[in-house]
């Protein structure tokens, strides 16, 4: 927080950043237009008998912000889908997904999201379940 968003490979102080969820499409900030996608991305930790996630909302320079036109291989073995997109009912396409940018100075932290759950979001009655069976009824439609 003290130093931004920075990237992979750049010091934040005297600390190297590493990589720490891949750099499919080079070194950089990667985000999400889908909250729910770049959740997946978040740990879940317990905390007073909760589950907690936290999420970077982001601001962008559109002009230095490249689209990797990907839904990623992240969520194929997170959840075993690529189609999260298809939730927004063609509102957002799957080219749509996952954006990175290269250039630090572009990104700037606007919020940080909190969400908790009851449940442990992978567990048999959790919400990554739950999203999958949505897109299973939506894909038998």
Known sequence: ??????????????????????SAYGNGIYSAKIPLYAQLYAPC????????????????????TEITDIEGCYT???????DIHKLYDGKIASNEIQW???????VVLHALLIKVHDINPIKNDGEYVKIVKILDEKHDK
């Open 76 to 82: 194929q073995s997170m959840i075993g889908r690529v």
């Open 45 to 64: 930790v317990k905390w007073h008998g909760k589950y907690v996630q936290t999420v970077f909302m982001l601001r962008k320079d559109a002009k230095r």
């Open 1 to 22: 927080m003290k130093y931004g968003l920075k990237i992979p490979g750049n010091t934040a102080g005297s600390e190297k950043i590493e990589v720490a969820n891949g």
């Open 100 to 106: 990175m940018t290269k250039d630090e100075s572009a």
